[in-house]
Protein backbone atom coordinates (compact mmCIF):
# COMPACT_ATOMS: atom_id res chain seq x y z
CA UNK A 1 0.00 0.00 0.00
CA UNK A 2 1.27 2.85 -1.31
CA UNK A 3 -0.01 7.16 -1.56
CA UNK A 4 -0.55 8.32 -5.08
CA UNK A 5 -1.35 11.96 -6.25
CA UNK A 6 -3.42 11.86 -8.92
CA UNK A 7 -5.22 14.64 -10.41
CA UNK A 8 -9.36 14.39 -10.88
CA UNK A 9 -10.91 16.74 -12.43
CA UNK A 10 -8.26 19.80 -12.18
CA UNK A 11 -7.96 19.16 -8.52
CA UNK A 12 -5.41 17.34 -6.46
CA UNK A 13 -6.16 14.00 -4.75
CA UNK A 14 -4.05 11.36 -2.72
CA UNK A 15 -5.25 8.04 -2.69
CA UNK A 16 -4.02 4.94 -2.07
CA UNK A 17 -2.84 2.65 -4.60
CA UNK A 18 -3.53 0.22 -5.39
CA UNK A 19 -7.11 1.75 -6.74
CA UNK A 20 -9.14 0.98 -9.89
CA UNK A 21 -11.43 3.41 -11.53
CA UNK A 22 -14.20 1.78 -10.50
CA UNK A 23 -12.91 2.18 -7.17
CA UNK A 24 -12.37 5.87 -7.69
CA UNK A 25 -15.85 6.56 -9.17
CA UNK A 26 -17.54 4.41 -6.03
CA UNK A 27 -15.23 6.90 -3.66
CA UNK A 28 -16.42 9.82 -5.06
CA UNK A 29 -19.88 8.31 -4.68
CA UNK A 30 -20.33 8.50 -8.16
CA UNK A 31 -23.28 6.80 -9.97
CA UNK A 32 -21.76 4.38 -12.95
CA UNK A 33 -24.48 5.34 -15.23
CA UNK A 34 -24.16 8.54 -16.97
CA UNK A 35 -20.80 9.20 -16.31
CA UNK A 36 -18.30 8.54 -18.54
CA UNK A 37 -14.18 8.63 -17.63
CA UNK A 38 -11.12 9.65 -19.37
CA UNK A 39 -7.88 8.49 -17.78
CA UNK A 40 -4.57 10.53 -19.26
CA UNK A 41 -7.49 12.15 -22.26
CA UNK A 42 -8.39 8.22 -23.39
CA UNK A 43 -11.69 7.38 -22.69
CA UNK A 44 -11.75 4.40 -20.78
CA UNK A 45 -15.45 2.18 -21.09
CA UNK A 46 -17.61 1.10 -18.32
CA UNK A 47 -16.39 -2.76 -18.37
CA UNK A 48 -12.66 -1.48 -18.47
CA UNK A 49 -13.39 0.66 -15.32
CA UNK A 50 -12.94 -2.57 -12.81
CA UNK A 51 -9.37 -3.64 -14.05
CA UNK A 52 -7.81 -0.34 -14.95
CA UNK A 53 -5.65 1.10 -12.16
CA UNK A 54 -4.01 4.50 -11.48
CA UNK A 55 -0.56 5.14 -11.44
CA UNK A 56 1.21 8.35 -9.67
CA UNK A 57 0.41 11.77 -11.62
CA UNK A 58 -2.57 9.99 -13.56
CA UNK A 59 -4.63 12.47 -14.81
CA UNK A 60 -8.59 11.50 -14.77
CA UNK A 61 -11.58 13.68 -16.04
CA UNK A 62 -15.02 12.46 -14.72
CA UNK A 63 -18.05 13.70 -17.21
CA UNK A 64 -21.93 13.29 -16.44
CA UNK A 65 -25.00 13.96 -18.19
CA UNK A 66 -26.31 17.76 -16.74
CA UNK A 67 -29.27 19.83 -18.29
CA UNK A 68 -28.84 21.47 -20.90
CA UNK A 69 -29.91 22.93 -24.77
CA UNK B 1 -44.51 11.21 -37.42
CA UNK B 2 -40.26 12.61 -37.33
CA UNK B 3 -38.40 9.88 -38.81
CA UNK B 4 -34.35 10.15 -37.97
CA UNK B 5 -31.93 7.69 -39.16
CA UNK B 6 -34.65 5.39 -39.24
CA UNK B 7 -36.57 5.70 -36.10
CA UNK B 8 -39.87 7.37 -36.19
CA UNK B 9 -40.39 9.93 -33.59
CA UNK B 10 -44.00 11.40 -32.68
CA UNK B 11 -43.55 14.34 -31.73
CA UNK B 12 -42.11 17.30 -34.08
CA UNK B 13 -41.12 19.28 -31.02
CA UNK B 14 -37.77 19.03 -29.40
CA UNK B 15 -36.93 20.31 -25.75
CA UNK B 16 -33.94 21.13 -24.06
CA UNK B 17 -33.08 20.80 -20.29
CA UNK B 18 -31.34 23.73 -19.91
CA UNK B 19 -32.24 26.92 -17.44
CA UNK B 20 -35.21 25.66 -15.62
CA UNK B 21 -35.03 26.37 -12.16
CA UNK B 22 -35.44 22.35 -10.45
CA UNK B 23 -35.43 19.03 -12.60
CA UNK B 24 -39.30 18.88 -11.21
CA UNK B 25 -40.33 21.42 -13.38
CA UNK B 26 -38.34 20.61 -16.34
CA UNK B 27 -40.14 16.87 -15.94
CA UNK B 28 -43.35 18.00 -16.38
CA UNK B 29 -42.77 20.59 -18.88
CA UNK B 30 -40.98 17.89 -20.92
CA UNK B 31 -43.89 16.11 -20.21
CA UNK B 32 -46.53 18.66 -21.49
CA UNK B 33 -44.67 19.06 -24.28
CA UNK B 34 -45.05 15.66 -25.30
CA UNK B 35 -41.24 15.74 -26.80
CA UNK B 36 -39.92 12.72 -28.06
CA UNK B 37 -36.30 13.77 -28.46
CA UNK B 38 -34.30 15.84 -25.59
CA UNK B 39 -31.12 17.76 -25.75
CA UNK B 40 -28.61 17.05 -22.40
CA UNK B 41 -25.18 18.53 -21.93
CA UNK B 42 -21.66 17.24 -20.87
CA UNK B 43 -20.29 18.40 -17.82
CA UNK B 44 -17.26 17.37 -15.52
CA UNK B 45 -18.54 16.24 -12.33
CA UNK B 46 -16.81 15.10 -9.64
CA UNK B 47 -18.81 14.48 -6.77
CA UNK B 48 -22.26 13.15 -6.06
CA UNK B 49 -23.74 16.41 -4.74
CA UNK B 50 -22.92 17.53 -8.01
CA UNK B 51 -23.96 14.91 -9.96
CA UNK B 52 -27.89 16.67 -10.94
CA UNK B 53 -30.96 14.90 -11.26
CA UNK B 54 -31.86 15.55 -14.78
CA UNK B 55 -30.90 12.46 -16.32
CA UNK B 56 -32.85 10.11 -13.54
CA UNK B 57 -35.92 12.61 -14.11
CA UNK B 58 -35.69 12.47 -17.88
CA UNK B 59 -35.13 8.63 -17.84
CA UNK B 60 -38.32 8.08 -16.30
CA UNK B 61 -39.89 9.93 -18.95
CA UNK B 62 -38.31 7.07 -21.38
CA UNK B 63 -37.91 10.41 -24.01
CA UNK B 64 -35.03 9.49 -26.23
CA UNK B 65 -31.63 11.50 -25.28
CA UNK B 66 -29.68 14.18 -27.56
CA UNK B 67 -26.35 14.77 -25.71
CA UNK B 68 -25.11 17.88 -27.13
CA UNK B 69 -21.00 19.01 -27.66
CA UNK B 70 -21.78 22.02 -25.53
CA UNK B 71 -18.28 23.27 -24.45
CA UNK B 72 -16.73 21.98 -27.77
CA UNK B 73 -14.44 24.73 -29.33
CA UNK B 74 -13.23 22.81 -32.17
CA UNK B 75 -13.51 19.27 -33.91
CA UNK B 76 -11.54 17.48 -31.61
CA UNK B 77 -13.09 18.76 -28.99
CA UNK B 78 -16.66 18.04 -30.14
CA UNK B 79 -15.14 14.19 -31.10
CA UNK B 80 -13.98 13.96 -27.61
CA UNK B 81 -17.37 15.07 -26.30
CA UNK B 82 -19.30 13.26 -28.24
CA UNK B 83 -17.64 9.57 -27.40
CA UNK B 84 -17.76 10.73 -24.05
CA UNK B 85 -21.57 11.28 -24.35
CA UNK B 86 -21.79 7.57 -26.08
CA UNK B 87 -19.49 5.84 -23.31
CA UNK B 88 -21.92 7.41 -20.51
CA UNK B 89 -25.39 6.94 -22.66
CA UNK B 90 -24.18 3.83 -24.58
CA UNK B 91 -26.28 5.47 -27.30
CA UNK B 92 -25.42 6.94 -30.94
CA UNK B 93 -27.16 9.96 -30.71
CA UNK B 94 -25.45 13.52 -30.62
CA UNK B 95 -26.06 17.33 -31.25
CA UNK B 96 -23.06 18.62 -32.42
CA UNK B 97 -22.40 22.15 -31.54
CA UNK B 98 -19.51 23.53 -31.54
CA UNK B 99 -19.02 27.42 -30.70
CA UNK B 100 -15.77 28.70 -29.58
CA UNK B 101 -17.53 32.77 -29.37
CA UNK B 102 -19.35 32.85 -26.18
CA UNK B 103 -20.42 36.72 -27.25
CA UNK B 104 -23.33 35.24 -29.83
CA UNK B 105 -22.80 31.33 -29.45
CA UNK B 106 -22.63 31.26 -33.40
CA UNK B 107 -21.94 28.01 -34.51
CA UNK B 108 -18.40 27.42 -36.29
CA UNK B 109 -19.12 26.11 -39.78
CA UNK B 110 -15.93 24.64 -40.81
CA UNK B 111 -15.35 22.83 -37.36
CA UNK B 112 -18.90 21.79 -37.45
CA UNK B 113 -18.16 20.14 -40.80
CA UNK B 114 -15.39 18.44 -39.96
CA UNK B 115 -16.82 16.83 -36.95
CA UNK B 116 -19.44 15.91 -38.38
CA UNK B 117 -18.28 13.91 -40.85
CA UNK B 118 -15.48 12.55 -38.27
CA UNK B 119 -18.51 11.30 -36.10
CA UNK B 120 -20.48 10.19 -38.84
CA UNK B 121 -17.45 8.14 -39.99
CA UNK B 122 -17.59 6.45 -35.77
CA UNK B 123 -21.00 5.62 -36.63
CA UNK B 124 -22.97 8.74 -34.46
CA UNK B 125 -26.01 9.42 -35.80
CA UNK B 126 -25.41 13.60 -36.42
CA UNK B 127 -27.39 16.29 -35.69
CA UNK B 128 -25.76 19.31 -36.16
CA UNK B 129 -26.27 22.89 -34.76
CA UNK B 130 -24.98 25.36 -37.65
CA UNK B 131 -25.66 28.30 -39.11
CA UNK B 132 -28.75 29.44 -41.60
CA UNK B 133 -26.54 28.61 -44.31
CA UNK B 134 -28.32 26.66 -46.96
CA UNK B 135 -24.54 25.21 -48.44
CA UNK B 136 -23.17 24.33 -45.38
CA UNK B 137 -26.66 22.44 -44.56
CA UNK B 138 -26.04 20.48 -47.87
CA UNK B 139 -22.42 19.88 -47.52
CA UNK B 140 -23.54 18.72 -43.65
CA UNK B 141 -25.78 16.78 -46.03
CA UNK B 142 -23.46 14.94 -47.96
CA UNK B 143 -20.91 14.13 -45.00
CA UNK B 144 -24.12 11.96 -43.66
CA UNK B 145 -26.08 13.94 -40.91
CA UNK B 146 -28.92 12.64 -40.13
CA UNK B 147 -30.73 16.19 -39.94
CA UNK B 148 -29.77 19.72 -39.91
CA UNK B 149 -30.00 22.41 -37.22
CA UNK B 150 -29.87 25.76 -38.34
CA UNK B 151 -30.71 28.66 -36.22
CA UNK B 152 -33.17 30.60 -36.31
CA UNK B 153 -31.70 33.69 -34.00
CA UNK B 154 -28.39 33.50 -31.53
CA UNK B 155 -29.12 30.84 -28.58
CA UNK B 156 -31.24 31.90 -25.71
CA UNK B 157 -32.03 34.98 -27.54
CA UNK B 158 -35.74 34.45 -27.80
CA UNK B 159 -35.46 36.82 -31.20
CA UNK B 160 -37.48 34.58 -33.82
CA UNK B 161 -36.88 33.46 -36.99
CA UNK B 162 -34.43 36.52 -38.04
CA UNK B 163 -33.25 34.14 -40.51
CA UNK B 164 -36.63 32.74 -42.20
CA UNK B 165 -35.33 33.52 -46.01
CA UNK B 166 -32.27 31.32 -45.84
CA UNK B 167 -34.79 29.11 -43.66
CA UNK B 168 -36.80 28.88 -47.00
CA UNK B 169 -33.80 27.85 -48.82
CA UNK B 170 -32.54 25.27 -46.67
CA UNK B 171 -35.97 23.90 -46.93
CA UNK B 172 -36.33 23.47 -50.31
CA UNK B 173 -32.94 21.92 -51.04
CA UNK B 174 -32.87 19.84 -48.25
CA UNK B 175 -33.38 15.49 -48.50
CA UNK B 176 -32.88 15.63 -44.83
CA UNK B 177 -35.00 16.59 -42.21
CA UNK B 178 -34.62 20.50 -41.41
CA UNK B 179 -34.73 21.17 -37.51
CA UNK B 180 -34.68 24.81 -36.70
CA UNK B 181 -32.86 25.11 -33.28
CA UNK B 182 -32.07 28.19 -31.04
CA UNK B 183 -33.53 31.42 -30.87
CA UNK B 184 -37.57 30.34 -31.01
CA UNK B 185 -39.07 32.54 -28.49
CA UNK B 186 -42.61 32.42 -29.18
CA UNK B 187 -45.20 29.42 -30.19
CA UNK B 188 -46.03 31.65 -32.85
CA UNK B 189 -42.74 31.26 -34.10
CA UNK B 190 -42.22 28.08 -34.21
CA UNK B 191 -46.01 27.60 -35.79
CA UNK B 192 -44.72 30.07 -38.24
CA UNK B 193 -41.47 27.43 -38.69
CA UNK B 194 -43.78 24.24 -39.09
CA UNK B 195 -45.99 26.35 -41.61
CA UNK B 196 -43.09 26.84 -43.98
CA UNK B 197 -42.33 23.11 -44.04
CA UNK B 198 -39.46 22.33 -41.54
CA UNK B 199 -39.98 19.31 -39.73
CA UNK B 200 -39.25 19.88 -36.56
CA UNK B 201 -38.30 22.48 -34.33
CA UNK B 202 -36.12 22.68 -30.92
CA UNK B 203 -37.28 24.91 -27.75
CA UNK B 204 -35.21 25.97 -24.63
CA UNK B 205 -35.31 28.94 -23.30
CA UNK B 206 -38.69 30.07 -24.21
CA UNK B 207 -40.20 27.12 -22.16
CA UNK B 208 -37.58 26.91 -19.85
CA UNK B 209 -37.31 30.45 -18.62
CA UNK B 210 -41.68 31.53 -18.82
CA UNK B 211 -43.58 32.37 -16.16
CA UNK B 212 -44.81 29.14 -16.06
CA UNK B 213 -43.02 26.35 -18.21
CA UNK B 214 -45.49 23.53 -18.04
CA UNK B 215 -48.33 26.49 -19.84
CA UNK B 216 -45.89 27.24 -22.35
CA UNK B 217 -44.48 23.80 -23.27
CA UNK B 218 -48.33 22.97 -23.58
CA UNK B 219 -48.73 26.16 -25.60
CA UNK B 220 -45.48 25.25 -27.76
CA UNK B 221 -46.54 21.72 -28.34
CA UNK B 222 -49.93 22.82 -29.62
CA UNK B 223 -48.37 25.44 -32.30
CA UNK B 224 -46.08 23.02 -33.54
CA UNK B 225 -48.93 20.81 -34.41
CA UNK B 226 -51.27 23.19 -35.97
CA UNK B 227 -48.39 24.55 -38.01
CA UNK B 228 -47.35 21.33 -39.14
CA UNK B 229 -51.29 20.72 -39.95
CA UNK B 230 -51.13 24.00 -41.92
CA UNK B 231 -48.28 23.40 -43.91
CA UNK B 232 -49.58 19.93 -44.89
CA UNK B 233 -52.74 21.23 -45.84
CA UNK B 234 -50.79 23.40 -48.28
CA UNK B 235 -51.15 26.82 -47.54
CA UNK B 236 -53.23 29.37 -50.34
CA UNK B 237 -50.88 31.20 -52.71
CA UNK B 238 -50.21 34.96 -51.48
CA UNK B 239 -50.91 37.70 -53.98
CA UNK B 240 -49.83 41.58 -54.33
CA UNK B 241 -53.46 42.36 -55.45
CA UNK B 242 -56.38 41.81 -53.78
CA UNK B 243 -58.47 38.18 -54.74
CA UNK B 244 -62.26 38.35 -54.37
CA UNK B 245 -63.79 35.76 -52.15
CA UNK B 246 -67.67 36.67 -53.05
CA UNK B 247 -68.58 37.10 -56.03
CA UNK B 248 -68.78 40.57 -57.85
CA UNK B 249 -72.28 40.80 -58.94
CA UNK B 250 -73.74 44.10 -59.96
CA UNK B 251 -77.15 43.59 -58.20
CA UNK B 252 -76.74 46.57 -55.29
CA UNK B 253 -75.95 49.27 -58.00
CA UNK B 254 -78.72 51.32 -59.47
CA UNK B 255 -80.17 50.44 -62.26
CA UNK B 256 -79.87 52.81 -65.45
Known sequence: ?69 | MLTLANHTFPSRLLTGTGKFSNPSIMKNAVKAAQSSIVTLAMKRVASHSAQDETLSALKALGVTLLPNTSGAKNAKEAVFAAELAYEALGSPWVKLEIHPDQRYLLPDPIETLLAAEALVKKGFHVLPYCGADPVLCKRLEEVGCVAVMPLGAPIGSNQGLQTKPFLQIIVEQSSIPVIVDAGIGKPSEAMAAMEMGVDAVLVNTAIATAQNPVAMAEAFASAVVTGRKAFEAGLGATSDLAQASSPLTAFLEPTL
Open chain 1, 1 to 69: MTQININVNNQPMSVISPISLSELIALKQLKDDGTAVAKNAAIISKNEWPTTYLSDNDTVDIFTLVAGG
